[in-house]
């Protein structure tokens, strides 16, 4: 290697060049005291509950949390600022980072099959350290620090009641393995649908997203009309279903009628209101229920309803639970009107 001579010392030329190289470069050096110097965070949080176990391979990717950060609520996020959480601990909480998230007013909105969505407006400043960490208000929604999420909105319609017993109801004992299984349902993520989802459901029955703390600025907008309109059902032969109709914020039942059809060689009806005792199948009106049935015959049922209802005011809830009996395996769908 070509040597200089540099007062009493031999010193290579590349070395020299290295000192040189960092003595121009020093000066546009930021240090971390300084700051990031970029116009970009990172965020980083956790979440739960999350599946810890899979029943079948890829259970945990039909149950997974996805975080996004929205210009508002009800929009998508922009490309780069959705993640899905990872599994940090056994417990079930979940860990989340979203990196180069611009400076800006952000909605932070944590999202989960069947549970109610949660939102949390969050402001990211030039002011803020390189991660910045993400934690809800304290309340009872609230451990550690951890977003919690509630249970039950099957739907995702942002509240959690009658239309989400619905659902769970009408997809009751259909596996992970099943065409016709819906993560939303299978609440505890264990592959099967059954009273344990059920009885998760009932513990935050009645809330919604704008009862988790910091969401009291998010408004959902409730569903009305009578819901269900399509009910789909895995069959085993032998066994029985309910379908659940359920009505919401409706002002009048006057001039009104139910119509449900279903594929008669797959479902045999067996009573049209199993919330009361007996076999109801056919035509007049059912004691005690308010249910008036104007038609019955194999494959379609038609009734009124008639319930009192203040001026001025809605009625909601279940207005009668349907029973099934299946002739076959395989699938069905009931149609309500």
Known sequence: MAKMKVGNRYVSKILILSILLCTLIAPFT???????????????????????????????????????????????????????????????????????????????????????????????????????ELEPPESANTENGVFMLLYGDCDGNGTIDDDDIAMTIGLWNVSANDPNYDPACDLDGNGRIDNSDALLLM?????TSGDYAGASDFEITPT??????????????????????IAKGIETFAGKAVTVTYDQTALNLKTIAEQKYGEYTSTGTIPGTGITVTSASPGNITFTFDATIPQGGTWSGIITVIKFEALKNGSATVYVE
């Open 30 to 132: 930021t240090t971390a005291e300084e700051g990031p110097g970029t116009d970009s965070r990172s965020v980083h949080g956790y979440v739960w509950p999350m599946v810890t176990e899979e029943a079948i391979p890829g259970l945990s990717q039909q149950h997974a949390i996805t975080v996004e950060l929205r210009e508002s609520h009800a929009t998508p996020a922009a490309p780069g600022l959705s993640t899905a959480a990872i599994l940090a601990d056994l417990d079930g909480t979940g860990e989340f980072t979203i990196g180069d998230v611009p400076f800006g007013d952000y909605v932070l909105c944590i999202e989960r099959p069947g549970y109610l969505a949660r939102y949390m407006n969050i402001t990211i400043s030039d002011a803020d350290p390189d991660v910045v």
């Open 203 to 207: 513990l935050d029955y009645g809330k």
């Open 224 to 245: 009305t009309g009578i819901l269900n309109s399509t009910v789909k059902l895995s069959l085993s032969q032998g066994y029985e279903y309910r379908v659940p109709i």
